[in-house]
């Protein structure tokens, strides 16, 4: 008895001293930090106000708000020549999107200067005759994307006064030999919300337990901006005013290293680039990544200094341009990604121990200061590479066989936004002078674009157009194929050669003016082609006003004159008799229409059709008004919810209801005729839930499902969906190290699919092809519907258009549903098994979307997949 007692003593001794010495860390990393625990103990400038002093608290000890921030960044701009704060634009939310300038007081004055020479440095035709001997290199801080991943933007507070207030030799001569632009918050919005959480969540005794409610943000938590999109995937597609304020900012001044600042799981340590070498873009030079790799040492060696761990060259890789740490290798600067392990709060628990809030900021003030070092350490290489980088491109490009592209477009509202997006990116763009006929499609002179690779941006022109689907890897961080003309919907081809001439250049996109075609003192009705991308604003509009609008169901042709003028299924048609305003009033309301929406409306002055469709014709059907509501909130994943929201608050003008999914219940659920089901979980919703929506269906209404709520349906037999069974797959080497390599190859991850549509069916309408890109996030598929007819959209035999498929997936896809529609009662479901939305830029997704919204009522009874009465 007395050695069992001894021998339990000692252990009880042991667990208190390692409860003590666990609490003691706990307390040391909790405690406040003085500035030298984050920075080097130097002379600072007493006139520059320390973070401390502007916000009452040492940084680490609150999550600075983005008000805070905003306010710190500008007694800095005030108290100091060393700063120049400038404002690149407004979030969704209004909050401004700050850039600091900071340099020598000297290289201050002189910016404008050393900003020409940089461009001239990046252009081939000047880069050699820059003097970049003392030319001060160009160096980026972009902290926080996403809004929850809080070192960041923390942080830079600490990296600017470091910069405007130290007093010693390499201060001075990093302020003497860079200029540093630093975005001390990318995500404005999302900052906000996040660090709203977690200071409200703060206890005076941290609480470092991972269940507690602090490291459980609400939804949509802080990661997404204003409409829950991820900022850090939209570089590319420009999307959001936050994105398209910031290209402008990188291709005005063209940095030649930009530092990403991110987070990632507690339980992680610290990585930054060069990712893994077989995922690196071929079309970025390798010197890149060899310089990459220079810098990385500076970072180890930093790191190394306090003790922190990190690695390298894993899990992280440099392939998709729309990420914020590989779009500058595009333009000849290094993108260099930092991800700290996340506190995610201000102290919590993780497997490598205690992960405080100051201990994550420290980290990511280090990387930012091994970036100076090593800047100015590797600053004649990095300068020399972007001399010769605009040239080596162009070597590369005259050795292609693509020399450019040929694209063109019927709608000219879509065209101009793809030109939009080309110009924002610098991208060079030429009017085509002749016509052409090039694999069957034809290129108008006057109307079609030519984009050469061999220009000012050979990187992005070729990443923006390219279709790709030979990989050298076969794990991708992020989707695989994103090729912008085939979400856009625009007919394009490749061309072997390239004349084009300095007169063809386009500068600016078009003006956009509405027109009215015909006499209006006689109108009969009015008329607006389907092809249109702003049809569908403009009918909500007119519908809000009181407007009825109708809808062909099938072409029809009208004498115009003399002469016969055909018009396709979807034109809308607003009869001049029988509305709520008088002929004139109504004219000037369709004048003020196209006008506002950029829309060509032509007019008739006779109902009476050529064909024997005519405008009072069973066939051409009144337009319901959408009244719309959308399930967001827990389990349903925010992006998907996002981009609902988005297109119709801004590509539509409509309004949006939001309902959370347990309010579905206690809703009053008749105003709707349209509820979207967006991507996500539903199991939080009973037998009473799901009747309540099967009633609501069956009176007539319309349930708009994408993706995993689709799935969802049908695990609920609520629609008849049969899963495709996938093609038996290799088994693996069965060795244990090739394990994760293996598995990744099985995996689709974000690959564009050529699918056939039904151009009669009211989904498709507008769409001029038969031909229709969607892009692929999952390996699910689903055989087409039993009712031939239900299947509007399906994959192609060879549905690869761009991105990686798996090996032995390749009968997988073929002539699966993209697009299925089901009917209960008297209502419809449209299921959309691929995203139409996918993160805001799928514009022919788009057009199939607004379809389901205003025409899912017109659809026939004997065309739908038959459900649950």
């Known amino acids: 008895m007395y050695h069992l007692f001894h021998h339990t003593t000692s252990h009880l001794k042991v667990i208190f001293l390692l409860i003590f010495l666990v609490s003691q860390s706990a307390f040391c990393q909790t405690n406040k930090k003085p500035l030298t625990y984050f920075l080097p103990d130097i002379q600072y400038d007493k006139s520059i106000p320390t973070p401390e002093a502007y916000l009452g608290f040492q940084i680490g000890e609150w999550h600075v708000s983005h008000d805070q921030l905003v306010g710190y960044f500008q007694a800095l701009d005030a108290a100091s020549d060393r700063m120049e704060l400038v404002n690149y634009g407004r979030s969704h939310e209004n909050r401004p999107l700050l850039t600091a300038i900071i340099s020598s007081a000297e290289n201050i004055k002189n910016k404008e200067n050393i900003r020409e020479k940089h461009l001239a440095l990046s252009n081939a035709n000047t880069a050699q005759s820059v003097d970049i001997s003392s030319l001060p290199l160009i160096l980026w801080h972009g902290y926080t994307i996403h809004g929850n991943e809080a070192s960041g933007n923390n942080a830079a507070l600490l990296v600017a006064y470091y910069l405007v207030a130290g007093q010693s030799r390499e201060v001075d001569q990093i302020l003497r030999q860079t200029l540093i632009l630093l975005d001390p918050c990318q ?20 609480v470092s337990d991972p269940q507690s409610r602090e490291f459980s943000e609400t939804w949509p938590g802080g990661r997404y901006n204003h409409y829950w999109f991820d900022m850090n995937r939209d570089w590319l597609l420009l999307v959001h005013p936050e994105s398209r304020g910031r290209i402008s900012m990188l291709h005005r001044w063209q940095p030649n290293v930009l530092t990403d600042h991110h987070e990632m799981g507690t339980n992680s340590t610290f ?24 810098l990385g040492k500076y970072h180890a060696h930093a790191l190394d200094s306090i003790g922190s761990l990190y690695y390298t060259k894993y899990n992280f890789d440099d392939f998709y341009y729309g990420k914020g ?16 392990a996340s506190s995610r709060g201000h102290l919590q628990e993780s497997v490598n121990g205690p992960v405080s809030f100051p201990f994550t900021i420290r980290n990511q003030v280090n990387v930012s200061l091994s970036t100076q070092k090593g800047c100015l350490a590797l600053r004649d290489r990095i300068l020399q590479f972007k001399q010769r980088h605009h040239q080596l491109l162009l070597n590369k490009a005259a050795s292609e066989t693509t020399k450019g592209y040929i694209f063109t477009c019927s709608d000219r509202s879509r065209l101009d936004d793809f030109l939009g997006i080309l110009l924002q990116h610098h991208v060079d763009v030429f009017t085509s002078d002749k016509e052409a006929s090039i694999n069957g499609n034809q290129y108008p002179a006057g109307a079609s674009y030519v984009v050469p690779i061999a220009q000012a941006q050979p990187i ?5 157009f390219e279709k790709v689907k030979n990989f050298k890897d076969s794990s991708f961080y992020d989707v695989s194929g994103w090729t912008l003309p085939l979400a856009y919907g625009l007919q394009y081809d490749p061309l072997s050669q390239v004349d084009v001439k300095e007169k063809q250049r386009i500068n600016s996109v078009p003006k956009k003016n509405g027109i009215i075609i015909g006499q209006t003192t006689k109108a009969y009705a009015y008329l607006i082609s389907a092809e249109q991308t702003n049809m569908y604003p403009a009918i909500y509009s007119l519908q809000s006003q009181g407007i009825q609008v109708r809808c062909a169901l099938s072409d029809f042709e009208l004498m115009q004159g003399k002469k016969a003028v055909k018009y396709q299924k979807g034109t809308a048609i607003v009869h001049t008799s029988n509305q709520t305003l008088t002929d004139s009033a109504l004219d000037a309301l369709m004048h003020e229409t196209a006008e506002k929406y950029h829309l060509t409306i032509e007019v008739t002055s006779t109902g009476n059709s050529t064909s024997t469709l005519t405008i009072g014709h069973p066939l051409v059907q009144a337009m319901k008004m959408p009244s719309v509501a ?5 389990g349903i994943q925010p992006q998907s919810a996002g981009e609902v929201w988005h297109h119709l608050d801004k590509n539509l003008s409509m309004p949006l209801t939001i309902l959370e999914p347990g309010r579905w219940r206690s809703a009053s659920i008749q105003r709707y005729n349209t509820l979207i089901l967006p991507e996500g979980s539903y199991s939080s919703w009973n037998d009473a839930d799901i009747a309540k929506m099967k009633e609501w269906v069956q009176q007539g209404n319309t349930l708009i499902c994408v993706g995993t709520s689709c799935q969802w349906l049908a695990s609920k037999a609520i629609i008849n969906l049969t899963i495709r069974k996938e093609e038996k797959k290799a088994a693996g080497s069965g060795n244990y190290e090739n394990a994760e390599k293996e598995t990744d190859a099985r995996v689709l991850a974000g690959s564009i699919f050529q699918t056939d549509i039904d151009l009669s069916h009211p989904l498709n309408f507008g769409l001029k092809s038969s031909k229709s890109a969607v892009m692929k996030t999952s390996s699910r598929v689903y055989e087409p519907t039993a009712n031939a007819y239900a299947t509007p959209a399906k994959y192609s035999p060879d549905f690869l258009l761009s991105g990686y498929l798996p090996k032995g997936s390749e009968n997988t896809y073929k002539s699966g549903a993209s697009t299925t529609v089901h009917g209960m009662g008297s209502g419809k479901i449209i299921c959309f098994h691929d995203n139409p939305l996918f993160r805001g830029y799928w514009k022919t997704g788009e057009r199939m979307f607004d379809n389901a919204l205003f025409l899912s009522g017109m659809i026939e009874s004997k065309t739908i997949e038959s459900g649950e009465e």
């Open 271 to 294: 990585y930054f680039h060069p990712g893994a070498p077989s995922s690196n873009n071929p079309n970025t030079p390798e010197e890149n990544f060899i310089l990459t790799e220079e």
């Open 630 to 634: 959308a399930i967001a909130g827990n």
């Open 187 to 206: 995500n404005p919005d999302g900052v906000q919300r996040f660090s709203t959480w977690v200071n409200s969540h703060k206890s005076s005794h941290l």
């Open 460 to 464: 992005l022109a070729k990443t923006i």
């Open 325 to 340: 740490s590989t779009y500058p290798d595009a333009l000849g600067a290094m993108g260099i990604l930092f991800e700290q």
